[in-house]
């Protein structure tokens, strides 16, 4: 595969799915049921389509992002801070109907995350017709990015539209019980980011996160289904991926983690940027990682001063 599969483009890259608050508790010590447990608790923006935006636009590529939110407080605030991060919002809707998108986590000492939640009842309002109204925006765009918050009426009609203008199309499965429905849309996708899990349910077989042989076997498989680039996330293990061409697995760069929500945003966000503009596969990837680890460093979602620069200086593999 060339490393220019994706165009080279001044156009903005439309990122369509979730968006929301992440409120990320970091336990100081061990778990204990039932009762009130001392922790680090930090709230930040969040929700995968939002972070991807977030970090795109940090890198400066110009992107606009599609979204629902709630007519509250901090809906406002959240479109505020997009703003300021140089995110086009002018197509994020927002619903009387629910509030603002929210993501719960419970991490442990060593940064590993125990529990998730998350209430996304608000992406419900992101309609097939809210899409089909902004139909300019597909064909004025370079790629589009989307994760599987969508409903499914909703992924159809975006994946279609994508169609319908030749776009390219980059997806992240978002969540174990949300990847399948990417499936029937693999042979569309010119990348896709599951971690370990995701990737074991569209492969349709189980496997060890740390098992990178298996892990590569699983990205081939996406690559056999039409995928033009599947690269799996195998957390502190690193990550492997595969083209038509070629396959191969990166180790993960050692770091602290503070906090793993992100991560995968970051290297998503950070691959594609690369591949934009040219960078070969696997430097698009170690870029990619180095985004990764210092998300993981940071009491946040995204990096907020995220640059190419900043990681060229931080590239470590």
């Known amino acids: 595969m060339e ?12 990122v369509v799915g979730g968006a929301g608050v992440d409120i990320v508790g970091r336990i100081t010590g061990e778990l204990r049921i039932g009762e009130s447990n001392p922790a680090q608790i930090r709230t930040s923006f969040g929700g995968v389509a939002r972070n991807v935006a977030e970090n795109l636009a940090r890198l400066g590529q110009e992107v606009i992002l599609i979204t629902a939110i709630g007519e509250d407080q901090t809906g406002q605030d959240l479109l505020d801070q997009a703003i300021s991060a140089g995110i086009d919002v002018s197509a994020v809707l927002r619903s009387p109907e629910h509030p603002t998108g929210t993501y719960l986590a419970v991490v442990k000492p060593k940064g590993i995350m125990q529990f998730g939640f998350d209430d996304m009842r608000v992406i419900s309002a992101l309609t097939p017709d809210h899409i089909r109204q902004r139909e300019k925006l597909f064909k004025q765009a370079s790629v589009l990015f989307v994760d599987a918050n ?38 569309r996708l010119k990348l896709i980011t599951p971690n370990s899990t995701e990737a074991a349910i569209l492969w349709g077989e189980p ?25 799996i996330t195998l957390a502190e293990f690193g990550v492997c991926y595969a083209t038509s061409e070629t ?71």
């Open 247 to 317: 396959s191969g697995y990166i180790p993960a760069i050692r770091t602290e983690i503070l906090d793993p929500t992100g991560a995968g945003d970051a290297l998503a966000a950070t691959v594609l940027f690369a591949l934009l503009n040219e960078i070969p596969i696997d430097d698009a990837i170690r870029l990619g990682m180095t985004a990764a680890s210092l998300t993981l460093r940071y009491k946040g979602s995204v990096v907020p001063d995220l640059s190419i620069e900043k990681l060229y200086n931080h590239l470590l593999i």
């Open 207 to 231: 496997f060890e996160g740390s098992n990178r042989q298996q892990a590569i076997e699983a990205a081939k498989y996406l690559v056999g289904q039409g995928v033009d680039l599947a690269l």
């Open 150 to 187: 969508l409903l499914k009426d909703t992924l159809r009609t975006v994946i279609s539209l994508a169609r319908k203008a030749r776009l390219p199309v980059c997806a992240d499965p978002t969540a174990a019980s949300l990847a399948l429905r990417l499936k029937p849309y693999l042979a």
């Open 3 to 14: 490393p220019s599969f994706l165009p080279t483009s001044d156009a903005p890259v439309l």
